[in-house]
């Protein structure tokens, strides 16, 4: 058994930091990443480049105040609406890495999300031109489609259409939580899947056998037991296509624990923690670096982080929650001690 792991340092293909106090708040925990891709679903959502400089500006004042000597490179993207067009890809070209396509109501922050995918056709040409990579959130809003079908249902529905509609965009399909996906994702040229290290340990036992867990609530839902087991023989696997991206999503507790609970799993500060133990517990603590430090970066075109972190064993984490102005945002509990931390990381700090 090893004690000690050092590894290049990763990036965070997916990151939900939210603005004002949480952002305040949850900036430092991301700090074990060199860059992470932003999600521009704030209340208004971020949806042209001044938008977009803006909340880079706010993040980098976040993370400056709160670990003035940190290296971190937010990499911005664009929230795709019906009203998006080509010009504003231009504009967004030199600040965004990425846009991000939320199906209308599929989510958290969505309701400004796109209700016509086939019309956004040209703005998807564009991005291919101007080499913007297309993020999905890749669930059918349907509501006679099943919860638990969403996912499997975007992928015949709308992915395989825009896919062919547009075959040289470059996509990412995140967040994946189901085997179909891990199968779709594989075959089909120009794509990748980021997965998250809550979809890497728990199943929908873990949200609602023996009580429901709101802290587990993701969306997508975590799925059965046999597509975890897809998905960490993906992330484990030896397919550059899938990488990590933690689609950390911090809420306030009683944003969480409402009637009507907020989706969203508050990861980051504990993730790589948490990937080393599973991948430890399948015997593949060898194929993590390849997982969060190398093919997310090769897909997106990005030179490998020249720094590393290390990775050691000791005692437990405390998992208190993060206090913020607005209240306080509990972190992922993956079921297990997380016994790995990084070495002088400032995103769990006296912990
Ligand atoms: O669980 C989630 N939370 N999934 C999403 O797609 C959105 C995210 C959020 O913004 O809270
Ligand atoms: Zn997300």
Known sequence: MTDTLTIRRPDDFHLHLRDGAILDAVATGSLDFARAIIMP?????????????????????????????ALFEPLMTLYLTDETTPETI????????????YPAHATTNSASGVNDV????????????????LCIHGEVTDHEVDIFDREAVFLERVLAPLRARVPDL??????LSTRAAIDFVRGTEGMA???????????RNDLLAGGIRPHNYCL???????????????????????????????????????????????????????????????????????????????????????????????????????????????LFNPGFDITWRVEGSPALPGR
């Open 41 to 69: 679903n704030l209340v208004p959502p971020v949806v042209n480049a001044a938008m977009v400089s803006a909340y880079r500006d706010r993040i980098l004042a976040a993370v400056t105040a709160g670990a003035p000597d």
């Open 90 to 101: 231009d504009e967004v070209a030199g600040v965004c890495t990425a846009a991000k396509l």
């Open 118 to 133: 086939a019309a956004l056709t040209p703005v998807l040409e564009r991005m291919a031109e101007r080499g913007l990579v």
């Open 170 to 175: 470059k996509i990412v399909l995140e967040h």
């Open 193 to 203: 899947g980021t997965i998250t290290a809550h979809h890497l340990v728990i199943d």
């Open 220 to 330: 997508p839902i975590v799925k059965r037991r046999e597509d975890r087991e897809a998905l960490v023989a993906a992330a484990t696997g030896d397919d550059p296509s899938f990488f990590f991206g933690s689609d950390s999503a911090p809420h306030t507790d009683p944003r969480k624990l409402g009637p009507c609970g907020a989706a969203g799993c508050f990861t980051a500060p504990v993730a790589l923690a948490i990937l080393a133990h599973l991948f430890e517990a399948v015997g593949a603590l060898d194929k993590l670096e390849a997982f969060v430090s190398d093919q997310g970066a090769a897909f997106y075109g990005l030179a490998p982080n020249p720094d590393t972190v290390t990775l050691t064993r000791g005692a437990p984490v405390p998992l208190d929650p993060i206090v913020t102005a607005d209240g306080p945002v509990t």
